[in-house]
């Protein structure tokens, strides 16, 4: 059973326009959101986060939004650029303080 | 900044071989994971480590041990490597129960033939 997906693969987009990558989660005992960006052959970087208690939080140009009623958090990236090519994975915690549970990722794609 | 190394990048290991993957990191983390990361399936936690000598099970821990002796190591230890398990192996700290960001390691690109 899948509690975090990610239902797109992957996204491509125009340098300069935004990005928005989906997430959806049906665990309700999750309580803080997390996106991670992944280079091949490098380890998962920490991008943003969120609490529950919010509803949007940003760092530059990377803004992350809940909406707990629909179970569903989005990452936008404005504007995208080349070297925002990654895999972007979400991350859910709640219930246990240690344990992350992953989506599968979406692979997004910047074009000069 | 918060480094998490691992012993190697790349690994080819033999079905039946016993592997160990070793992780360290360098900011006295409490907590400390190891997950592998599979193409359409995304990251999944194995084992984890809240103090020395302590461990909880991930979500697929089997065919899998862990050993941490020392605070900033955590090993991950394969006792008969089979093919299903070729994967990327990614490990990770965080800093304590209040802490939720997890910082990873490069990860190692492990290979059973």
């Known amino acids: 059973d899948q509690q975090v997906k990610q239902n797109s693969p992957s996204l491509s987009v125009q340098e300069g326009r935004i990005s928005i990558l989906n997430c959806d989660y049906t665990?309700?005992?999750?309580?803080?959101f997390l996106w991670y960006k992944k280079y091949p052959a490098e380890g998962p970087t920490f991008l943003i986060s969120i609490s529950s208690i919010k509803d949007k939080n940003e760092d530059g140009r990377f803004t992350v939004f809940l909406n707990k009623s629909a179970k569903h958090l989005s990452l936008h990236i404005v504007p995208s650029q080349p070297g925002d090519s990654a895999v972007y994975f979400c991350a859910a915690l709640g219930g246990s303080n240690y344990k992350l549970t992953f989506g599968k990722g979406t692979l997004l794609t910047v074009n000069p | 900044d918060v480094k998490v190394t691992q012993s190697s990048r790349y690994l080819v290991k033999r079905t039946g071989e016993k592997v160990f993957l070793e992780c360290v990191q360098d900011?006295?983390?409490?907590?400390m994971f190891w997950y592998r990361q599979d193409p359409g399936l995304g990251l999944r936690l194995i084992y984890f480590s809240y103090d020395v000598k302590m461990k909880e099970k991930g979500d697929i821990p089997e065919g899998y041990s862990v050993s941490r002796e020392k605070k900033e190591r955590f090993s991950l230890i394969l006792e008969s490597a089979s093919t299903n398990q070729t994967s990327m192996y990614l490990c990770?700290?965080?800093?304590?129960?209040?802490?939720?960001?997890?910082?990873f390691g490069p990860g190692t690109r492990l290979t059973v033939t």
């Open positions: 900011m006295d983390h409490e907590n």
């Open positions: 665990n309700s005992m999750f309580d803080y």
């Open positions: 990770a700290s965080s800093l304590d129960v209040s802490a939720y960001e997890q910082y």
